[in-house]
Nanobody, 123 residues
Framework: QVQLVESGGGLVQAGGSLRLSCAAS????????MGWFHQAPGKEREFVAA????????NYADSVKGRFTISRDHAKNTVYLQMNSLKPEDTAVYYC????????????????WGQGTPVTVSS
């Protein structure tokens, strides 16, 4: 059973930056694709970004391309989401998730989920 714990959310002004972290308990975790999703109040959970098990391939939602960067540190069993040029519409709870599939851009493809970390971007 993979346990995922997110951190790094908070309140930031529009144009600012945040870095989210997701620590995974499972080894060998390099076999898992890791993804980030977000869910705004009253809306469905949406794909943000994903990174392959090796870290060599990434995939982004069109809305975050050029602003967000996903990366992973195998030594720390951690995946990151660097979020720059944040906009009010980025406000949501951000979840990390793990799957053995690739590409994986919909929630139902993911098996393990963290508890989420809230991000609020003020205008």
């Amino acid at each position: 059973q993979v346990q995922l714990v997110e951190s790094g959310g908070g309140l930031v002004q529009a144009g600012g930056s945040l870095r989210l972290s997701c620590a995974a308990s499972e080894r060998p975790w390099s076999s898992y694709t890791m993804g980030w999703f977000h869910q705004a109040p009253g809306k469905e959970r949406e794909f943000v970004a994903a990174i392959s098990g090796s870290g060599g391939t990434t995939n982004y939602a069109d809305s975050v391309k050029g602003r967000f960067t996903i990366s992973r540190d195998h030594a720390k069993n951690t995946v990151y989401l660097q979020m720059n040029s944040l906009k009010p519409e980025d406000t949501a709870v951000y979840y990390c998730a793990a799957t053995s599939s690739w590409p994986a851009t919909v929630p139902r493809e993911y098996v393990y989920w963290g508890q989420g970390t809230p991000v609020t971007v003020s205008s």
